[in-house]
């Protein structure tokens, strides 16, 4: 049987920062003896958003492991821009941590986005992705993508995708074929079946971890994640929920239909700091993997 971590070039291989991904990308690196080949292109596109965890995992991964893998911001640059100057290489260190790409596109779409319109994804990362692969001279490439084998609704959608051949990847999904399930990733961070974030480090068995619960990855506070959620993180960091109302005041929409952040911040201000009563440790996030599908993992809605 083909290994499916084998990688065909040219290759573009999306690192979301979450730990699904991160596997991949290990497994993949092993599977071509520690080194990616020149035409397979490890990728992390930062919106700016991200928590800071989520910026030393990456970083981690590349130091750890000893691969490079591209940094990359979009820019406010129209579509006359050669595609190379559409998005700008950054490193761990010169990273956007105070939402810059976000709220630069944000501004320039003079609203912000939503579970319906999801074009934050589509632009921060998709379109970053393809400008980039572009930019390197090919026409056509394989998106390794961490799907895996229980996501197989997602799955079909991108197997429709690749028949339809409208876009110029065809996207490939080494987990799904080998039968890597959540459980499986957990085990390869963990050496378990649940997350556990009290273990330390130099017992886990890669020797390090993201360090935040599944569904807290990616965008701080993404619309995609439930209200109980948003309310949990606006109590832990007001700040950021500040952050995320000026973006609303400015274009004078909201993120979600049925309340604003000065909303959540308000509830939070009148309700106690109660624990997170629901198990969420179904509800991962990493956002970008498969797609702008508005419902691809990014701190799903819990209700
Ligand atoms: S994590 Fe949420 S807010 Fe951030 S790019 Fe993805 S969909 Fe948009």
């Known amino acids: 049987m083909n290994n499916p971590y084998h990688i065909k070039g040219p290759a ?30 490890a990728v992390f596109c ?45 490193g761990y260190n010169s990273a956007a941590r105070n939402g810059e790409p976000f709220k630069a596109l944000v501004a320039s779409k003079k609203a912000v986005p939503n579970a319906v319109q999801r074009w934050c994804t589509e632009h921060l990362k998709m379109q ?29 959608k991108k197997v429709a995708q690749n028949e339809e051949g409208e876009l110029p990847w065809k996207s490939v999904m080494p987990l799904f074929q080998a039968g890597v399930r959540k ?10 079946d649940k997350v556990d974030l009290t273990i330390p480090a130099t017992s886990l068995p890669q020797g390090f971890d993201l360090g935040l619960e599944e569904w ?54 009148r309700s106690p700091r109660l624990p997170l009563g629901d198990d969420f440790s179904e509800f991962d996030a990493e956002c970008g993997i498969g797609g702008a599908d508005i419902s691809i993992r990014c701190g799903r809605k819990a209700a």
């Not at 910026?55 to 981690?60: A, G, I, S, T």
């Not at 992705?129 to 930019?135: G, I, K, N, R, Y």
């Not at 209200?227 to 500040?242: G, I, S």
């Open 216 to 269: 807290e990855g990616n965008c701080t506070k993404c619309f995609n994640k439930s209200k109980a959620l948003l309310l949990w993180d606006v109590r832990r960091d007001p700040a950021d929920a500040l952050d995320w109302a000026a973006m609303e005041d400015f274009v004078g929409g909201t993120f979600t239909t049925e309340y604003s952040f000065h909303d959540l911040m308000r509830e939070a201000e």
């Open 46 to 90: 930062n919106t700016g958003k991200e928590r800071h965890e989520t910026l030393r995992f990456v970083h981690e991964m590349e130091v750890r492991w000893g691969q490079e893998i591209h940094w990359l911001e979009w820019r406010d640059r129209r579509k006359r821009t050669p595609v190379a100057d559409r998005f700008e290489e950054v």
């Open 12 to 41: 573009l291989l999306a690192v979301s920062g979450g730990r699904t991904s991160a596997k991949l990308f290990k497994k993949v690196l092993d599977a071509h003896g520690g080194a990616l080949p020149a035409n397979v292109h």
């Open 128 to 156: 970053v992705c393809a400008d980039f692969m572009e930019a390197q001279g090919y026409a056509s490439w394989a998106n390794v993508v961490g799907l895996r084998a229980d996501e197989v609704r997602r799955v079909a």
């Open 183 to 192: 459980l499986d990733v957990r085990r390869f961070w963990f050496g378990q």
